[in-house]
């Protein structure tokens, strides 16, 4: 059975994973690029839109797991596209351009039906209606003997945590205060529902936290 | 002008300074000792208690800040005590025995009158009823040149907090998850109340963060 998995969340110090107010010019929020100030300059991050060199070390090994052995992506409406409501028109692709950096099947959580949309680079993005069990069945089928990775956003992940359904979850904590926004844990007691801190280890630009299920 | 200072307040990694359902037996609340195991182990906390050894590096070095020229603290009714309402009578001296680790004058929060009580070592509590901002006066005056250290805990952080009225604060990120008890920052929007992220260093045991107001 794939493990669902969420590996590179930051969060600020007061516990927001996005800023408020996102939309077309702030896909993160207010003041969200912070966040993420550790792993934009990793040569992981950097191989994965093309460009070359990027630092090595404990932030690029915690920003490589998080592509290894997966086979299936699930994504939060919010953090597909700014669009909100029925799809207009089959315009909006996603933020990432022709070439997404998923390569393979995304299945994105929505209220509103739409025709998958096959990418450049092997991604597929599906549509999934009928909310996340089944966007986790379909991405279970299809990621095989590979994992699931649950990409965001706060609100995505906040709802398969309050299920149990997470099976591991790295967080980034960026020494960075947002104030307001979506908060990640506000309202879930981890510990009530078997999860633990299983891993931490910090950086210059982030404390590294893996959250996992208690075994047994 | 005294500054208010807060130091050494820890919090879990989902945002707790205690656990739930403090009392006599668990003056931390439930699970809430985890947070400290990062100071407990310095050789300034040892020492505060008469211990010898201890650990000595950054850990220890802000556990030693904390005590750096400090004039006079300011605690909250619950980090005094268990007992609620209306004191039933003298007995409650604090949690820390005849001679307790504050040695000069401590303005504890409450909303009931008592007699102060000088205790070994040079500490004497007054039981201020007259809100933060008297509380915070009172020790100004007593604190002369130096500093007011707010003990806590995370009720009377977030309320001098939410006025704006403490200078710096340093915080421990525990590597723990508590899932209840009180949240240090829910509802409070920092950067808005011109605060920001001023300092960052991580150990093994916790993740260190000053908080300071932005100059201007």
Redesign the interface.
């Known amino acids: 059975m794939p493990r669902l998995r969420v590996h590179c969340f930051a969060i600020s ?3 927001y994973g996005a800023g408020p107010n996102q939309d077309l010019d702030n896909p993160l929020g207010a ?1 969200g690029e912070a966040l993420h100030e550790w792993v934009v300059v990793t040569r992981t991050f950097r191989q994965l839109f093309g460009q070359e060199g990027g630092t090595t070390g404990v932030d690029d090994d915690f920003a490589a797991k998080g592509f290894a052995d997966i086979g299936a992506w699930i994504l939060g409406r919010n953090m597909f596209g700014p669009v909100r409501g029925p799809w207009p028109d089959d315009t909006w692709k996603g933020w990432w351009g022709d070439n997404p950096p998923y390569h393979g099947p995304v299945f994105v959580l929505t209220h509103h039906p739409r025709a998958s949309i096959a990418m450049d680079g092997g991604t597929t993005f599906h549509f999934v209606t009928d909310g996340i069990e089944a966007a986790l069945e379909r991405a279970a089928e299809a990621a095989g003997n590979r994992d699931i990775r649950l990409g965001g956003g706060a609100a995505a992940i906040r709802q398969y945590l309050s299920a149990g359904l997470i099976d591991e979850m790295h ?1 980034a ?1 960026s ?6 926004g979506e ?1 990640l ?2 309202g ?6 078997g ?3 299983a891993e ?1 280890v ?2 210059e630009a982030a ?1 590294h ?1 893996v ?1 996992a299920r208690q075994p047994g």
Chains 1, 2 share one sequence.
């Not at 879930?188 to 529902?193: A, K, Q, R, V």
Request: glycine share 10%.
């Open positions: 110090v007061d516990g003041g967080i904590i020494p960075v205060l947002l104030g307001a908060h844990f506000a879930i007691d981890l510990p009530s529902l999860y633990r801190c931490h910090a950086t404390t936290i959250i």
